[in-house]
Nanobody
């Protein structure tokens, strides 16, 4: 059974915006560490934005002020609103979740229990 399904990626010019969505199955939505990661070609996967167990968002320094993570509990959907996109934002973006509550920050969480298939974001100059 599919538990995390991303959508919304695409090609956008520098300075543009995109909104990624992640439809989450009901049992997975109860996981308390949820958010977005990305991986660019030749680079390690990195955390972009996470909700911690208290529902407080945490962002990578590189996206602060430009990206916003949000969720719609009624729709069991996680979002990532991306504005003022840069070429360095080009990557495959993954939605992920985990029931393990600790170290749920972009700096400390390196792996998650569940991952989506990813959606490609390409920012052109």
């Amino acid at each position: 059974q599919v538990q995390l399904v991303e959508s919304g990626g695409g090609l956008v010019q520098v300075g543009g915006s995109l909104r990624l969505s992640c439809a989450v199955s009901a049992d997975t939505y109860s996981n308390i560490c949820m958010g977005w990661f990305r991986q660019a070609p030749g680079k390690e996967r990195e955390g972009v934005a996470l909700f911690d167990p208290a529902g407080i968002p945490d962002y990578a320094d590189s996206v602060k002020g430009r990206f916003t993570i949000s969720k719609d509990n009624a729709r069991s959907t996680l979002y990532l609103e991306m504005r003022r996109l840069k070429t360095e934002d080009t990557a495959m973006y993954y939605c992920a979740s985990d029931a393990y509550p600790h170290f749920c920050t972009v700096r400390t969480r390196r792996t998650m229990a569940l991952w989506g298939q990813g959606t490609q974001v390409t920012v052109s100059s």
